[in-house]
Structures are given as C-alpha cells and as structure tokens.
C-alpha cells in the first residue's frame, strides 16, 4: 500500500537557520502531495501542496517540488522564526477501496527554533 | 468561520463505557473522515464518508462504528471503550476529487482507564 517516509525528530534550529525537513513516499498512480503543520494544542492546518510531477508548492516561506523521479518531496524555508515550531507532516492522497480517496500520512517531524 | 468543530474537546472515559464524538462541518463538504494520532505513528484514518448516508471503513476501523445522517456530521461511536483507544481524535471534511485538501477539527483527547 502508499506510504510516507519523513526524518527523524525533533529538529532544532537557530532562528534565522535554513530548514529542510525530508519526505519521501510509495505510491501507485499520481498522487497529490502535501504539507500540514500541527501547532500545540491544535489540528493539522494545510501548509502547501503539489498535485503533479514538478510542481512546487509554497506558502509562508516554505516551499516542497514534487519530485517524482525520486519519489520525495522535501520540504524547506530558508530563514526559520521561533513561530514556526511546531509538528509537520507529510502526506499524499491515497485512493482507498472503490476509488474513494483519504490521506495517508508520515509520521510526522517535530521542530523547535530557539530564539 | 467555524470550519470544523469537534465536541467534546476533552473526555475521560473507563474500560467497557461508550460515547460518541461529533464532528460538524459548515463548508458543504461531501467527504468527511475520522483519524486518530498516536505518538510516531502520524494519524491513521478509521472511517469515512463521502456523502450523507454513506460510511466506509479506512486502515483502523476495529472498536468504532460511524454514522453520517445528515451532511454536515460525522458521528464516531465506541461501543465499549478499550485502553488502545485512548488517543487524539481529529475529524476532517474536505471537496471531492483528489488534489483538494483536508480541513481538521481541533482535536478531542481521549484517554480510557
């Protein structure tokens, strides 16, 4: 079946330090890719997506390129703020039984900025 | 702009008890699912729904039974609550076809003594 391979957390960082977080998946078919964070205390929230080979997709300084060659799609900022610790995962849009689709999820990466 | 909201937000429960979760969408979604998170294990779908009166099973299905009567909700049932099932609950809604994304409830935490 699909699956998502992400790092390892946490990650720690100096504010203003370059981030990637890595992401790779097993898919049949062309799946949609995306990037959710999970604030404490809070649900998932849509970061950024990409629906075909590519594509990059980006959204408060944080970018990911669907890269299907490599199956990956890797998600970076190039200068990290103490707001943005939190949880992200990874995720792409399965197709389950009778062609119904749901997301299939990492396990998701825990970053902490320190000031 | 309410989005998802999930209720009750907290919920203690012990062995062998049952309840409900509730989940209600204001978006006009078709699709709606139930997940639970566990620590290093991401969110692992139970059940979902894509239309009112429809109801399928996801990866995690065993103990919970769901409901979707009217459009809007998403019911998530225990029967008889088992410690494995102590977790965090999100519900989701989202449009149909493949490249929409999920919105998520906030979350209700659950623990089964």
């Known amino acids: 079946g699909d699956s998502v391979t992400q790092m390892e957390g946490p990650v720690t960082l100096s504010e203003e330090a370059f981030l990637t977080i890595n992401c790779t998946y097993t898919a049949t078919g062309y799946p949609s890719l995306f990037w959710y964070v999970q604030y404490p205390g809070e649900g998932l929230q849509l970061l950024l997506k990409a629906t075909k080979a590519d594509d990059k997709g980006s959204n408060k300084g944080f970018e990911a390129t669907y890269r299907k060659e490599t199956t990956s799609f890797h998600l970076e900022k190039g200068s990290v703020q103490v707001s943005d610790s939190a949880v992200y995962f990874c995720?792409?849009?399965?197709?389950?039984?009778?062609?119904?689709?749901?997301?299939?999820f990492g396990s998701g990466t825990r970053l902490q900025v320190q000031p | 702009n309410a989005g998802v909201t999930q209720t009750p937000k907290f919920r203690v429960l012990k062995t062998g008890q049952s309840m409900t979760l509730l989940c209600a969408q204001d978006m006009n979604h078709e699709y709606m699912y139930w997940y639970r998170q566990d620590p290093g294990m991401g969110l692992r779908l139970i059940h979902y729904s894509v239309g009112e009166g429809t109801t399928a099973k996801g990866e995690v299905p065993d103990g919970y039974n769901v409901s979707r009567l009217k459009k809007q909700n998403f019911l998530l049932g225990l029967e008889s609550a088992a410690p494995s099932q102590t977790s965090v609950y999100f519900c989701?809604?989202?449009?149909?076809?493949?490249?929409?994304?999920?919105?998520f409830g906030d979350g209700t935490r659950l623990s089964i003594l």
């Open positions: 995720a792409l849009s399965s197709f389950m039984d009778m062609g119904r689709r749901a997301l299939t």
């Open positions: 989701a809604s989202s449009l149909a076809g493949m490249r929409q994304p999920q919105h």
